[in-house]
């Protein structure tokens, strides 16, 4: 692995890459940035959002660019506004040791005579949404016949968001000696057309397989009926109280409608489409940046420029009209290093839409079951215990209050004292899950055992569960981690309580063994124990989905009388999911269920 500076980058860029905690290149980075130096040939790049692609073109653009001359030496097309101002100002951090280098951003929605003011102070780099760029070209604002480098940036969303012809009449307006950089992260024919048309024998490089997902995205399906859609979405929200996620729906109106829902039901949520104004957009974008909202309903379009790396899940309320959509949904999660999950509701009907998806992606979804209500319970009260555990305590605060609130106390044993703060905060969360029905559609059930290939997958029992901080996608990870071969399979995943299963292609079996016995790994800190076990299940063959809650895993009971004696739950994953809004701490003290069990209403009601 090279550092920037061997890849050709000089001490001022680097520098400016060491304050951004940029500490190694990524592989787009490390394949584009050599390449585009050293040579003027045309450049198509698969890139994912996440890759580090904005560092990729830009960074020897800067290298290579006369910050002497004050012409337009590099326009950059991106699809949307957000995208656009978020390149720009990547690029503005990228040289704030070069001196004389000046960007410009120009897009519609704002000033058009700003933008002419900023254009004509003269500036080297130029980045622009294609319709806004068009308009500066005709009004002359915009000169770009001295143009080295036009980047073509998310070159397939620009095309399906209709920009053809502006990417013409930028093309056109370009001279031909310039050296064409195009990003995408799908190849459909559309954008195969411009790259045949407007580019001369382009060296391809890529970031993973064409059009594949990243390696750090698992992807789940729930089965859900369109009437336990929104209910199953709110199970998925209130089994993850760090969840920090982006709804993504294929309507304004649905985007609206799911955003609203959510809000009336307290969660900290909040909606981006295309109907509201560039400054609601823009607020709810840095809102959500900053974490203040934990859950953004959003249109494909909407959420594009959004440039957030830690999304824990992307959540495809409904799959996306187009399926390669799918690939820049899921691409919003596991970026940067980070791992993520990508879940999809289906119905019935919508199920078949799976397979290209997987073919796609190249990786198979995990079928997993809408969480019961205890699931829920269980997780929510593992989460309250950990924060207890992980709680700084601000002596100088607390001190005067404290020989009081240990007065009032006294009479109390440690014991009584947990169960009462358990029960204070758990209470009506328990009694409103308590009658939760399965909200797995039970019809679909025989349709997805179809899908499953028993035969061909070999059932191994693993001794770490959820309460190990386990889940699919960490699971996914380690089994990657002990390189048992290329591309193998991996089938249903129960992960329980203390302990879970995974399947894996037969003809891995041995690989399988053999790997996880000769490496040892460890899971936090924990000793990992991989055996194969008998593939009947109980209840009558589940699949992929969770073992019903219940004594063998450790019951609710069980767990919290478990929890004073191991000590052991003090793992947290994000401590900024933690903030939350005003509106959340007021109205959501529990994030949960159906209104059917009628716990969440009342207790607002209460406060
Ligand atoms: P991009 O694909 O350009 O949108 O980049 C995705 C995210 O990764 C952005 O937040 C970048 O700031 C970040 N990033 C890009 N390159 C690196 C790198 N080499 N090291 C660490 N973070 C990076």
Redesign the pocket.
């Known amino acids: 692995m090279s550092t920037f500076l061997e890849l050709g980058l000089k001490e001022p860029i680097n520098k400016a890459l060491t304050d951004?905690?940029?500490?190694?290149?990524?592989v787009i980075?490390e394949k584009a940035i050599p390449q585009i130096i050293a040579s003027t040939d045309d450049l198509k790049a698969f890139a994912q959002?996440?890759?580090?692609?904005?560092?990729a073109f830009s960074l020897p653009i800067l290298e290579l660019l006369d910050p002497n001359n004050s012409n337009v030496q590099a326009i950059i097309l991106s699809p949307t506004r957000e995208l656009a101002v978020q390149i720009g100002n990547?690029i503005k951090d990228f040289c704030k040791y070069l001196k004389g280098v000046k960007v410009t951003t120009v897009y519609g929605g704002s000033s058009m005579e700003d933008q002419i003011r900023s254009l004509k102070k003269g500036s080297q780099i130029v980045v622009g949404t294609p319709g806004r760029t068009v308009d500066l070209i005709n009004r002359k604002a915009l000169k770009l016949g001295n143009v080295q480098w036009l980047v073509l940036d998310e070159a397939d969303e620009m095309l399906n968001m209709g920009f053809k012809e502006e990417l013409d009449n930028v093309l056109d307006a370009t001279p031909e000696t310039k050296q064409t950089l195009l990003f995408s992260a799908t190849f459909p024919r559309e954008v195969e057309a411009i790259a045949r048309n407007y580019m001369t024998k382009p060296v391809e490089i890529t970031s993973g397989e064409k059009n594949q997902g990243s390696d750090n995205v698992s992807h789940e399906y729930y089965s859900v009926t369109e009437r336990t859609r929104y209910p199953a979405l709110k199970r998925i929200a209130d089994l993850n109280p760090d969840i920090y996620a982006i709804i993504f729906c294929r309507t304004r109106r649905e985007t609206q409608e799911v955003a609203d829902n959510l809000i009336k039901d307290g969660y900290n949520a909040d909606s981006l489409h295309g109907d509201l104004s560039q400054a609601q957009r823009d607020s709810v974008m840095g809102k959500f940046r900053k974490k203040t909202i934990q859950i953004l309903v959003a249109t494909d379009v909407a959420a594009r420029g959004l440039?957030v790396?830690n999304l824990t899940h992307v959540i495809n309320h409904k799959l996306p009209d187009q399926i390669e959509n799918y690939n820049h949904r899921s691409g919003r999660t596991g970026?940067?290093g980070n791992k993520g999950i990508s879940i999809v509701l289906v119905n019935g009907k919508e199920k078949g839409r799976l397979r290209p998806i997987e073919r796609i992606i190249k990786k198979k979804f995990i079928e997993t079951k809408v969480p019961s209500g205890k699931e829920i319970c269980q997780n929510q009260l593992m989460h309250l215990i950990d924060k207890v555990h992980n709680i700084e305590v601000n002596d100088s605060q607390i001190n005067e209050f404290l020989p009081s609130i240990y007065e009032k106390l006294e009479d109390l044993s440690r014991e009584e004292l947990i169960q009462k703060f358990v029960s204070l905060e758990f209470n009506q969360f328990l009694s409103y899950y308590e009658n939760a029905q399965d909200l797995n559609d039970l019809s679909s059930r025989s349709n997805s055992r179809a899908r499953a290939t028993d035969e061909n997958m070999t059932r191994f029992f693993i001794n770490i569960g959820r309460k190990d901080s386990l889940n699919p996608a960490k699971l996914i990870g380690l089994i990657n981690d002990q390189r048992i071969g290329d591309k193998i399979e991996i089938g249903a995943i129960d992960i329980l309580d203390t302990f879970s299963f995974f399947e894996i292609d037969k003809n891995f079996e041995e690989k399988t063994l053999e790997a996880f016995s000769s490496n040892q790994p460890d899971f936090d800190g924990r000793s990992v124990n991989v055996e194969i076990t008998k593939k009947e299940r109980s209840g009558g063959g589940r699949r992929g989905g969770r073992k019903p809650f219940g004594k063998k895993d450790g019951g609710f009971g069980r767990r919290r009388s478990n929890e004073g004696g191991s000590g052991s739950s003090s793992r947290r994953r994000d401590e900024g999911g933690g903030r939350r809004s005003e509106r959340r701490s007021s109205d959501r003290p529990k994030n949960s269920g159906d209104r059917k069990s009628g716990g969440f209403g009342r207790r607002r009601r209460e406060r």
């Open positions: 951004l905690g940029y500490e190694k290149p990524t980075q959002t996440g890759t580090g692609k904005t560092a990547n440039d790396n970026r940067a």
